[in-house]
């Protein structure tokens, strides 16, 4: 009897060990029970909360094309820089040269206008803005002709206006005066050339209307191999020219109320731009 009660203590605590085990596989074994029950738990309005308010997407914008420009605004910003002045023969925009509009006219409305989409003599193609359209350059046209008392329904439908032959003779037999280079006095040539706020000033203001484009055949700004020859005759011949006029250039690039100063700056401004 006192050996076996000796030994129940150590299958005790065996039994007790066994125990222990036995609970903590059954606390840790998987179960199916739990994984549809946790998901039906969800609550509807947290799920609700949850979803993306919208979604991105990304597209090219859309660029809606400009309205056209009126006759108006093109006639100012383009036309007018050679017409208001009658540059390179260009007709002027005033009354007393209605005649001069008729004598263009007499081969119709859609030759005047192709000449003006195409470039014809000094003026270039689309008045030196190729984002004209056809149909803002005819609108520019039919303003210009409006201005000089022509009605636009005649310029473009009826039938074309017939010049005397009388006029055209005269106007042919009139003597061409060819001044000598005795006759325009010298502009002194400057010491030293150099690059002057007047003079930028004054080319940016007057000049660049016709040296920007090359509008009858006057010299682009920086077209080296156009200006060569020219300044090889001289600065005092490319002063004496743009103050007095040459060729289609009038005295003073067709404003006399610059200085000769600031015409000679504003030739110096294009002779270092373009060297």
């Known amino acids: 009897m006192s050996g076996s009660h000796e030994k ?19 606390l840790f074994a998987p179960s199916d029970k739990g994984s549809g029950t946790d ?4 609550d509807p309005t947290m799920a609700a909360a949850l979803k993306p308010i919208g979604s991105v997407a990304l597209a090219k914008p859309v660029v809606e094309a400009g309205a056209p420009r009126s006759g108006d605004a093109i006639v100012d910003k383009n036309c007018k820089v ?32 192709a000449s003006a989409i195409k470039g014809k003599g000094g003026m270039p193609p689309r008045g030196g803005d190729p984002t004209l359209t056809d149909d803002e350059i005819s609108a520019a046209i039919k303003q210009m002709l409006s201005t000089v008392g022509i009605e636009v329904a ?9 010049v005397e032959p009388a006029k055209e003779v005269a106007k042919a037999a009139e003597p061409v005066v060819v001044e000598t280079a005795a006759a325009v006095p010298a502009v002194a040539e400057p010491v030293k050339l150099e ?36 300044i090889a ?4 011949s490319l002063h004496t020219g743009a103050v007095k006029g ?30």
Not at 199 to 226: I, M, Q, R
Request: contains cysteine; hydrophobic residues 45%; neutral net charge.
């Open 8 to 26: 129940l203590p150590g299958f005790f605590w065996v039994q007790l060990v066994a125990a222990a085990f036995i609970g903590i596989l059954w």
């Open 39 to 42: 998901e039906a738990k969800v």
């Open 82 to 113: 050679c017409h208001a002045i009658g540059l390179a023969n260009a007709p002027k925009l005033d009354a007393g040269a209605k005649a001069d509009w008729e004598a263009r006219l007499a081969g119709g409305y859609d030759a005047v206008l």
């Open 154 to 162: 005649e310029a473009s439908e009826a039938a074309p206006v017939k």
């Open 195 to 230: 690059l002057t706020k007047l003079g930028e000033s004054t080319y940016k203001s007057s000049c660049f209307a016709c040296h920007d484009n090359g509008v009858a055949n006057s010299p682009k700004l920086g077209d080296k191999a156009v200006w060569a020859p020219r």
């Open 233 to 236: 005759n001289g600065l005092a």
């Open 246 to 275: 040459k060729g289609a250039m009038p005295a003073k690039g067709g404003n006399p109320s610059l200085t000769d100063q600031a015409v000679i700056e504003a030739v110096n401004f294009m002779v270092i731009n373009s060297q």
